[in-house]
């Protein structure tokens, strides 16, 4: 319930905040936003990231794969009647 709040009153002070600002600031903003994304830094930081969550990605495939064998290995130990 907070986080939706908070979420909601966020949303409504940006909405505020960039009515009263106008369209020229929005597309200045805009514009450095799309400078920015193509930048050699921004473009360096994708790769990065885009790496780090493959790596991500395989270690949890990895912990995954070990407590399902786990959990197969215990519970065939256990014999029901």
């Known amino acids: 319930m907070g986080f939706r709040f908070g979420l909601l009153v966020g949303a409504a002070?940006?909405?505020?905040?960039?009515?009263?600002?106008?369209?020229?600031?929005?597309?200045?903003?805009?514009?450095?936003?799309?400078?920015?994304v193509r930048s050699e830094q921004a473009q360096q930081l994708g790769a990065e990231l885009k790496v780090a969550g493959e790596t991500l990605?395989?270690?949890?495939?990895?912990?995954?794969?070990?407590?399902?064998?786990?959990?197969?290995?215990?519970?065939?130990?256990?014999?029901q009647p």
């Open 13 to 36: 002070i940006g909405y505020v905040l960039g009515a009263k600002a106008g369209r020229a600031r929005y597309e200045q903003i805009a514009a450095s936003w799309r400078r920015f």
């Open 57 to 79: 990605a395989e270690g949890a495939t990895e912990q995954v794969a070990k407590v399902t064998e786990m959990v197969r290995t215990e519970s065939n130990g256990i014999h």
